[in-house]
């Protein structure tokens, strides 16, 4: 049975319902910000998100490090957050994720994820993330997405939102792997 | 950065490869069964259910009386899972869910999930839902649904996919109110 | 197998490392604010939410609203989110949810949430909620909550907490019947 | 505002009340089954799994896979499921996890996820499982899990748990490295 809802006849008047003053706005923050190439947004852990061992269930990381992908092509104005509307079948997918868990975040926690595009290829698109949790890194994640057209066919990425991720391509320092472990 | 998959370019040969031996095959039980014109079906609680207070999280009962609402309709061959497919476009859409939490479910727990067919209007569905463990119930549900073309528009529901349910709906007893506590 | 995470040897390196540069913070707002007693919080709708009808799934409104309730009781400083420590047992589990749903929210909505406390007596709480989009409601929510001891038993509510909550309860109006529809 | 529920007062009596007659009971394939050294189990796509572009989100392949882990284990009586009870302290903790998407599932869909052990060291285990739909692989992972204590703290696995694993470790014959792409 799918969930979803259709119009009511009339607009409830709830409890909470909009005083004459004016309302509430959503926040400036609501997508995370920009901090030089590298995106950064804050969130919460809540009840959702841990399970019974108490700590966040390791799949909802994935959730996490999407909302933040998400909010970074939102921030750079690409394919379906395209100004214009010029590009908006210019989505990527994910091919591939790596994953590693170094401590648990907890619930009421306040996480910090780091975004960075560490690569860029005709069709493709390569991504570090991390989690932290009060400069401590939790978890890190190397992502691969793919660019596909909306039938879900392999497409080469175009030239103007090419520009804007190379952007944001940050450039690879040598570093102690991390994942050398 | 939306989540899905393209088509690989050869088909990768993982380590549980499918021997040359007869492939188990999915159960008959996969989606449940009827019990006169009650649906039952049985799931496992696993960790992606639980919350860090050890129990089932509230929102989680509606994914598992989902299921079970849309195995009722697989197994009765409305809408999507009508046999000949004249009637996909018989989509019923939740309008109202009123759930009550009387114990908690926990890891490890096998559920018991009992759907009966409450009312039928001409374009509105009413289903109670119960969820037991071990005979006790854990939580119950009363769900109105709305009967909504592709569009999400609402309709009434066709002759044909009202037969099927009217042979669902099961005749109200006098009982006690569940929820008169 | 449960998933959680062990501590690693040493600390990694990711690319998206902090810089030397003072770290961004997390926003005021991350938790919503008070609108007068009325707790008010915006989110937006990621792919996770969604489902194949391309609209939020029905269980996933009471992930919102649980996250829009815990923050309420965090602003408050209520339970396990009292400064002095001291009320850290007094926990409210839901008893009862019913829930109405009257548009649906997609991808990207930036979603407005507005909860309110409707009753208080000497163990329960009943708090009302709503989803609005651009001024729009989505979705209402009546929640009857009760207060349980560390084991889970019910509990009086303490005077602490109590008076806590008597300053949010919402004076009733008269008003239309939400759900007479 | 935590979610869970208290016992109710009296036992309610639900319209889907069992009846007297032998009530159903729980498939004996609910936790799979072991196809020699390989774990397989069936499971079907729910609203619940998919993402407004009609797929599987990408974060849930990693709930059907835990399931499929913890089934295994389960299957196998080890740790927490282990018949005497004297190793309920063996708990598998994931430490990294390469995930790779070959083709999208979508709602309905029957996926067969198949799950063999590929390697066993002093405190860590390491698993291969594929995702297939009617014979054809959407997608596979690499999963590295650390044996824990119940502080989370890594420990060797047990003798008693390290021979039933060393049962199911799967003879690595040479193959096409399915990453290699």
Redesign the interface.
């Known amino acids: 049975?799918?969930?979803?809802?259709?119009?009511?006849?009339?607009?409830?008047?709830?409890?909470?319902?909009?005083?004459e003053t004016l309302?509430?706005k959503?926040?400036d923050?609501?997508?995370g910000?920009m901090?030089?190439p590298?995106h950064?947004i804050?969130m919460?852990v809540?009840?959702?998100d841990?399970?019974?061992?108490?700590?966040v269930?390791?799949?909802?990381y994935?959730?996490f490090i999407?909302?933040a992908?998400?909010?970074?092509?939102?921030l750079t104005g690409i394919g379906?957050h395209d100004p214009d509307g010029s590009e908006r079948e210019g989505?990527?997918?994910?091919?591939?994720?790596?994953?590693?868990?170094?401590?648990?975040a907890?619930?009421?926690d306040?996480l910090?994820i780091?975004?960075?595009v560490?690569g860029l290829r005709a069709a493709t698109l390569e991504l570090?993330?991390?989690v932290?949790r009060a400069?401590?890194?939790?978890?890190?994640a190397q992502i691969r997405?793919?660019c596909?057209d909306s039938a879900?066919?392999?497409r080469k990425i175009s030239p103007k939102i090419r520009q804007k991720l190379q952007h944001l391509l940050?450039k690879?320092q040598p570093?102690?792997d991390?994942?050398a472990?």
Do not use: H, W
């Open positions: 049975m799918s969930e979803a809802a259709a119009p009511p006849k009339k607009q409830p008047s709830p409890q909470t319902a909009k005083t309302p509430p959503p926040p923050t609501l997508s910000a901090d030089g590298i950064v804050f919460r809540y009840y959702e841990t399970d019974a061992l108490g700590m269930y390791y799949a909802n994935l959730k999407e909302r992908r998400t909010d970074m092509l939102r379906r989505l990527f997918v994910v091919r591939r994720c790596t994953i590693d868990y170094f401590a648990p907890r619930l009421d306040v910090e780091r975004t960075s560490t570090e993330q991390a932290y400069g401590k890194v939790l978890s890190t997405a793919a596909v879900g066919r392999p940050t690879i570093k102690a991390v994942n472990r």
